[in-house]
């Protein structure tokens, strides 16, 4: 009898992040697998995934009944994901999507023409994650809070980071790392302001003082021609190496502001002109300072910055947040494994 297989896909680095954790796992457990998907390093080398191919890869696995289940990320501007999710729940086989961010709930699940694809379940990180989805439109049966596979080994370093203390700083010796998002390239002009006016304002404030440095980590999906722009300023290299080597970290919505706060690296969202919600996570969660304004934020880096930095800790209220226990991989893999029957 031919043992079966879970197939992993994942084509965006928010969905390569919490997919890979899963396929390490289930290395370890010697689970029957394949995976096809990106790796950072590739992604930021400009190495584009391979649409056509990989599907094709995929029809012809599955035609051969070959796998088990199927596991995938989430990613908005491609349908790779939900025409895999539709191609398996057409020959009946279950498929989990596991989320990696607290937004566009709906949005990841859109195949053309605004129809939606659902997976058997879809794993969330919290309980606020799964209150947003419903709000959204996602069926509440499917879905499972679980936790952030992606979050766990931010979690375990975390814990290091903020044991071996941080070095306070003066106002002469201030390190800025500013983190990008291709928001232009998903929302257009939608939120009111775009990756590159929120760079401009904190780079017009810094680069006027030499007491400062600033510097830019870019998006892989960033557009190319912010690389030319600000290629004078771009660093690079893992985003869990570089935080610690700064003394201040902006953001706007990513990811990273989470990481930066948990590994106790001082941080703040700026967002200026924002129209809408404000979806970074940080925000829902009351963690870090978050501005709209240039007026506001430069009001603060000229008052308030160095005490802001000085006199920076972290506050989290762990009952309330499953993902901090730093064991959302394990159960995910074991929920991978009662549904899959394996």
């Known amino acids: 009898m031919t043992i079966k297989k879970i197939l992993f896909l994942s084509h965006d680095p928010g969905g390569h992040d919490v997919i890979k954790p899963l396929v390490d796992r289930a290395e370890i ?20 995934f391979d649409y056509t191919a990989t599907l094709s890869k995929i029809e012809v696995e599955l035609a051969n009944n070959e796998f088990c289940g199927l596991v995938t990320g989430t990613s908005w501007g491609s349908s790779l994901e939900q025409t895999v999710i ?43 994650a799964r209150e947003e989805a419903v709000d959204h439109g996602v069926p509440e049966s499917i879905i499972r809070v679980l936790g952030h596979p992606g979050m766990d080994t931010i979690i375990q370093r975390s814990q290091s980071q903020i044991k071996s203390g941080r070095h306070l700083i003066s106002d ?3 390190k800025v790392l500013f983190l990008s998002q291709p928001l232009s390239v998903l929302y257009g002009n939608e ?46 290299g893992q985003l869990l190496d570089l935080l610690p080597n700064y003394h201040l970290i902006i953001g706007m919505s990513t990811m990273g502001l989470l990481h930066s706060y948990l590994m106790g690296v001082p941080a703040l969202s700026y967002q200026p002109n924002l129209q809408g919600n404000d ?3 940080t925000s829902k969660l009351n963690l870090l300072p978050a501005f709209y304004t240039k007026e506001k934020l430069y009001d603060f880096f000229n008052s308030s910055l160095v005490d802001y930095i000085n ?13 901090l226990d730093g064991n959302s991989t394990v159960r995910v893999i074991a929920f991978i494994k009662e549904v899959f029957s394996l």
């Not at 989990?96 to 990180?125: C, G």
């Not at 810094?206 to 980590?217: E, Q, S, V």
């Not at 006199?311 to 993902?323: D, M, R």
Request: proline residues 3%; aromatic residues 14%.
């Open 86 to 128: 539709q191609l398996f729940e057409y020959k009946g086989v279950p498929t989990l999507t596991v989320l990696d961010y607290w937004s566009n709930y709906m949005e990841r699940l859109e195949i053309q023409d605004k129809a939606h694809i659902f997976p058997t379940y879809y794993i969330v990180m919290d309980e606020i």
């Open 279 to 281: 979806t970074s996570i």
């Open 172 to 174: 002469t010796t201030m």
């Open 311 to 323: 006199l920076y800790e972290i506050k989290l209220k762990k009952n309330q947040l499953l993902w």
């Open 191 to 236: 939120l009111g302001f775009t990756e590159k006016d929120a760079i401009e304002d904190c780079l017009s404030f810094f680069t006027n003082n030499h007491h400062y440095t600033f510097d830019i980590k870019l998006h892989p999906k960033d557009q190319e021609y912010l690389k030319v722009l600000y290629k004078e300023r771009l660093v690079e």
């Open 29 to 48: 457990l010697n689970l029957p697998h394949s995976f096809y998907g990106t790796h950072t390093d590739v992604v930021q080398s400009g190495t584009k």
